[in-house]
């Protein structure tokens, strides 16, 4: 996505799993439907956030840290 910096919002919203879940379903729903063209780039971007972010934390729920390396 290309950005302006005089004209890019960021948005660093936290939430637990399963509303983190909830709204990955939502925007994939919202994508799917075609009907916001101007924000696939975004809803895209959501989705691979929050996708990052839920695998992230099921890897620390399970004793490992980052992605996919184990504690010794």
Excluded: W
Aim: with cysteine; charged share 30%.
């Amino acid at each position: 996505m290309t950005r302006d910096n005089k004209d890019t919002v960021y948005c660093n919203i936290q939430m637990p799993m399963a509303k983190g879940r909830e709204l990955s379903r939502l925007v994939a729903e919202l994508l799917s439907s075609g009907n916001h063209p101007g924000l696939e780039s975004v809803f895209k971007e959501i989705q691979d956030e929050l996708n990052s972010s839920i695998e992230f934390v099921e890897e620390q729920l399970r004793g490992e840290t980052g992605f996919g390396r184990r504690l010794s």
